[in-house]
């Protein structure tokens, strides 16, 4: 009886020591980036109880066979055979029983995140995503707006149609907790509430080339008054440019998602930065020199591996693409502008 007693402490100490050594460690639930979504508050919530119940399951197998090792260990001097034993109904009942109980509470609480996750509000704003090598584009179809930034309002849920235009992406905010596949050929669907006004990041979460690490974009949770201005100031931007050349290669390039690969600051990303880029003399990866012009841009969008840039990966971590011979002079004259 007095091993019973010892023992059931010890495990009790065990269990509350692994679950802060567990929350150190980032794994339970006060070392999670801020929960900035009201989805996450119920996968914090289940996710908390898992640690727990994992901490208390390893001190309960951990414990008595450390205790038993060190306490019921053959003495110096015993030679005699251990105690016969024949099976412990008890025992057996106790250890199916029980665990029975907590899978069926897990499959309940499971269940229950997994609808408050998936609630559907009629009222929410569709916003469609498009993934691609190796950034994300935001189109507003109510607006017209197509923007690399995704901005959406506090306390709003809005649905985001994503599809890839090429291989499997994942879209991972951490702060809302929810992630989603981004597949190629259909379109898959991400509801959340974001309850927490701040700049986050939208991370791919499936290993998707070379430079799926860098496929981050600002994903910005305004007030509603900020959020209307900001879509007021994208509506205008839209239509602004359109009048222009330079404007809609601007418009030509946010579609398309070509800054996630060319900065506009002189950052080395994937591909060459657009800073300064007309008239720029370049060294090829053959030694040659190009100083970029009209015929190099237009190549180098049709044909990006007919030459690259001298340090860049080769063949080219850019797929071609087709435009008509007046978009590619409305984005050479964009390109231009960048100064
Ligand atoms: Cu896209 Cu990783």
Redesign the pocket.
């Known amino acids: 009886m007095q091993h019973f007693v010892v023992v059931g402490i010890l495990v009790i100490l065990t269990t509350v020591l692994t679950y802060l050594g567990l929350d150190v460690a980032g794994l339970a639930k006060h070392q999670h980036p801020v929960s900035a979504s009201l989805q996450s508050i119920s996968i914090d919530q289940l996710w908390n109880w898992e640690m727990m119940v994992i901490s208390f399951l390893f001190s309960l197998i951990i414990v008595p066979m450390l205790y038993s090792l060190i306490v019921f260990r053959q003495k110096k001097g015993e030679l005699e055979d251990g105690e016969h034993m024949e099976g412990n109904a008890t025992l057996e009942v106790v250890w199916t029983v029980v665990p029975i109980f907590l899978v069926v509470i897990f499959a309940y609480l499971g269940g229950k995140s997994l609808g408050d996750v998936r609630r559907v509000d009629p009222q929410a704003v569709t916003i469609f995503v498009k993934?691609q090598?190796?950034t994300w584009t935001f189109e507003y179809p109510e607006y017209g707006i197509i923007s690399s930034e995704l901005h959406i309002p506090v306390n709003k849920q809005v649905v985001l149609k994503m599809t890839s235009a090429d291989v499997i992406?994942s879209f991972w905010v951490p702060e809302f907790r929810i992630k989603q596949d981004v597949v190629p050929g259909r379109y898959t669907e991400y509801r959340v509430t974001p309850i927490l006004v701040g700049d986050y990041k939208v991370r791919?979460a499936?290993?998707?080339g070379t430079s799926?690490s860098y496929?981050e974009n600002a994903v910005i949770v305004d007030t509603q008054e900020d959020y209307d201005t900001w879509i007021a100031e994208q509506v205008e931007i839209a239509k602004l440019a359109s009048l222009t050349p330079e404007g809609q290669g601007q418009l030509l390039v946010a579609r398309n998602g070509c800054t996630g690969c060319h900065s506009l600051n002189g950052t080395r990303l994937t591909g060459p930065t657009w800073l300064n880029i007309y008239g720029r003399e370049e060294e090829m990866n053959d030694g040659s020199k190009i100083v970029i012009d009209d015929a190099y841009i237009a190549e180098s969008i049709l044909d990006p591996n007919a030459h690259i840039v001298a340090t860049y990966a080769s063949p080219s971590q850019m797929p071609a693409f087709v435009f008509t011979d007046e978009e590619i002079a409305n984005i050479i004259a964009y390109l231009k502008t960048l100064k």
């Open positions: 993934a090598q190796f992406h791919c499936e290993l998707c799926h496929m």
